[in-house]
């Protein structure tokens, strides 16, 4: 079964500094990966998703997440914070396209608080 | 372009009322529907999923139920509402590649007093 372990339910950044939410993965098969973003009372908004290829992939926003098959994480980063990233991030795996209609696994989630 | 449409958006519902949420999508044919559930500091639990019309499969037993009449129409539903069904309700869905991600919809905020 696979799942995904985001490390940290709350992180606080400065404006301008550097943002990174861990998120570390478990799967029997070679993953496709996904990082979510919330803003309060609002459904999910798909940031980048890595499936095959090219590991570090680039989403919307600035953001950017690298696959890391060694250390089964995808951690997702941005170079400088604003203050409109405050959000919650969800990371999710699901199997490949071949293997099947497998649902996505969400991670619980990570708040991120942008201070001015 | 496909859109994805969720209503309502807030409820406020007594307990041991009945419930009836609907989802439906645009633009595509055949999707694959999804109902999650998000309570507060819990994340996202999957609910039901549909990969077709009449076929539900069910993650969490427990007084919900869901159906798809139509191809694009989902609709989860409760007989009788319990304290701890209030939260926030999103319906998803993805096509072809069909593990390309989801798309949501704006979620429904339920309280359940």
């Known amino acids: 079964a696979q799942s995904v372990t985001q490390l940290g339910s709350h992180v606080s950044v400065s404006e301008g500094a550097l943002v990174l939410l861990r998120c570390n993965y478990s799967?029997?098969?070679?993953?496709?990966l996904f990082w979510y973003v919330q803003y309060p009372n609002q459904g999910l908004q798909l940031l980048l998703k890595y499936t095959t290829g090219a590991t570090l992939v680039k989403g919307i926003n600035g953001f950017e997440a690298e696959f890391k098959k060694s250390e089964t994480s995808f951690h997702l980063t941005k170079p400088s914070a604003h203050m409109s990233d405050a959000a919650e991030y969800f990371c999710?795996?699901?199997?490949?396209?071949?293997?099947?209609?497998?649902?996505?696994?969400f991670g619980k989630g990570t708040r991120l608080s942008v201070i001015a | 372009s496909q859109t994805i449409h969720q209503w309502p958006a807030t409820l406020v519902q007594p307990v041991g009322s009945p419930l009836s949420l609907e989802c439906t999508v645009e633009g595509t044919s055949n999707p694959n529907l999804y109902w999650y559930r998000q309570a507060a500091g819990r994340g996202l639990q999957l609910l039901f999923y549909s990969v077709g019309i009449g076929q539900i499969s069910s993650e969490v037993p427990q007084n919900l139920s869901a159906s798809r009449p139509q191809d694009r129409q989902f609709i989860l539903s409760s007989k009788k509402l319990l304290l701890s069904d209030s939260g926030f309700y999103l319906c998803a869905w993805n096509g072809t590649p069909r593990n390309y991600g989801y798309t949501f919809g704006s979620g429904t905020r339920l309280t359940v007093v």
């Open positions: 799967s029997s098969v070679p993953p496709y």
């Open positions: 999710a795996v699901s199997e490949p396209l071949e293997l099947g209609n497998t649902p996505l696994v």
